[in-house]
């Protein structure tokens, strides 16, 4: 039998030697499926709207949901296998989780240069992946704040990117499904105004 989504999925996400109290979460983009909000219903996970106040049922199916996957629960395994390739949103780490809702929702609305207001929908893998590498050690700092790592699956769905904050900038690394889990891709991304003398340790 072909292995399913989850079964390259959770050895990376959930490491045999991940730091006491490290959990993970999803943050899902309930725009990009209509079985999202549903699914999600049904899950019997515990989640939660990045936006706040009462919604109207029209924004409910379409906003954000921050939940933590359980390592070992089959209902994380079937919302890996039902989301990977479908770019339903992005996953993290962290050892803390008590201010990570409030963290996340600090993004959700940017401006541009004329001063409009703007959704910034950073939990699709698509613009993470873009957007990641364009920031300097601030805005980095900023991103991460709590969070220890970001994945998000590549542009093909036969790999999955991992960024964490390195002192010299944005560590990065590749994991293609045929390798896995070995790294395909080990490197950082500097600030714009440092440079690394040798390799970054990987995330």
């Not at 991940?18 to 899902?28: E, H, K, N, Q, T």
């Not at 909000?37 to 049904?42: A, E, K, S, V, Y």
């Not at 293609?176 to 950082?188: C, G, I, R």
Request: with cysteine.
């Amino acid at each position: 039998m072909s292995q399913q989504p989850a079964d390259r999925l959770l050895p990376l996400l959930f490491p045999e030697n991940a730091a006491p109290g490290r959990s993970v979460w999803a943050v899902l983009d309930a725009a990009r499926d209509e079985q999202i909000f549903p699914g999600l219903r049904l899950s019997g996970l515990d989640y939660l709207c990045l936006y706040s106040g009462q919604l109207p049922p029209e924004l409910q199916t379409t906003a954000p949901y921050l939940l933590e996957l359980p390592p070992t629960s089959q209902r994380t395994r079937d919302l890996l296998n039902r989301a990977w390739g479908n770019a339903w949103g992005i996953f993290l780490s962290v050892n803390d989780p008590s201010n990570l809702r409030h963290h996340l929702r600090q993004f959700l609305r940017v401006q541009d240069e004329t001063g409009r207001k703007l959704i910034f929908r950073y939990y699709d893998p698509r613009v993470l992946r873009v957007f990641l590498p364009t920031c300097d050690m601030a805005q980095l700092h900023t991103l991460f704040g709590p969070i220890r790592n970001y994945w998000a699956e590549g542009s093909n769905g036969e790999h999955l990117m991992e960024y964490c904050l390195k002192k010299n900038g944005l560590g990065q690394q590749e994991y293609a499904f045929k390798n896995f889990p070995e790294p395909l891709l080990d490197n950082a991304i500097p600030h714009p105004q440092l440079q690394a003398e040798s390799p970054v340790p990987p995330c």
